[in-house]
């Protein structure tokens, strides 16, 4: 399974660190990546898509310039979605997986990350269109030639990663999932992860309780009163150990760059939520006690 057990808990979401967010310089990009390295963030989550296709490019400029040891980070990045912007002549937004595509797109990803090799490479959405022979095809060439270590899918269902491994081993699964998107513990996805042996991933971590205000988010701030003194944790923490007390052994991508709350986020793993505790943040945003 690649080197998938060197990654760290917490992974830095890099989507908000260019043209999709913060617009950070190279040198704030470099004193960003340090930060988390100086807090056991290791692993940096990518994807080509990110800032207009432009993301990893200015963070492959940076990384270069940093003197990090390659060996001492690891890289994800994501293909698939053709995205329309100014980087490609793309009419509508679609998938493509075919076999020549996936690896110029993983060879472009090395190129614009300055780097030899993706510690793990995945499918960003599904296709309706996809084929599981041209996608082992592609997979097995890379990792051949070493050019990813691991492979695996974003956003999947578990009939889809089923599909793919009639001919090709899946080695883990990215998908959204938060205290206030939780579906993904009731469709198989987590079953299916806990099942497989594959390494779960959580994008939007935190889900919409800092963006929204719904019934939803009011119970759960309103039980977050006594939960931040109890646990003397910040709101963000305690989501963050929530996520981290499911048995799928979940990473969560974090797309902060904030220091702070990087540093935070770090911080929840010391967390012991209580039993009980998790099942009244559970209750607080489904708005019902479980059946």
Known sequence: MGNINSFSKIIAGTMTWGRWGRQLSKIKKIELMNHCLSEGITTFDHADIYGGYTNEADFGEAFAESHIARENIQLISKCGIQYVCEARDNKIKHYYYSKDYIVWSAE??????????????????????????????????LKKAGKIKAFGVSNFTP??????????????????????????????????????????????????????????????????????????????????????????????????????????????????????????????NQGHKVP
């Open 108 to 141: 472009a990803s090395l190129r614009n990350l300055k780097t030899d090799y993706l510690d793990f490479f995945l499918l960003h959405r599904p296709s309706p269109l996809m084929h599981p022979e041209d996608i082992a095809e592609a997979i097995s060439q």
């Open 159 to 284: 009939s889809q990663i089923k599909m793919l491994e009639t001919m090709i081993t899946v080695e883990g699964n990215q998908v959204e999932f938060s205290l206030t998107a939780d579906k993904v513990m009731y469709d198989g996805t987590f079953d299916d992860v806990i099942a497989n042996k594959r390494m779960a991933m959580a994008w939007s971590p935190l889900g919409v309780y800092f963006k929204e205000e719904t019934e939803s988010t009011k119970r759960i701030k309103e039980v977050m009163k006594t939960m931040t003194k109890k646990y003397e944790a910040t709101e963000d923490q305690l989501l963050l150990a929530w996520i981290l007390m499911h048995p799928a052994l979940i990473h969560p991508v974090v797309g902060t760059t904030n220091k702070n709350r990087l540093s935070a986020a770090v911080g929840a793993m010391k967390i012991d939520l209580q039993l009980e505790d998790w099942f009244t943040l559970l209750e607080a």
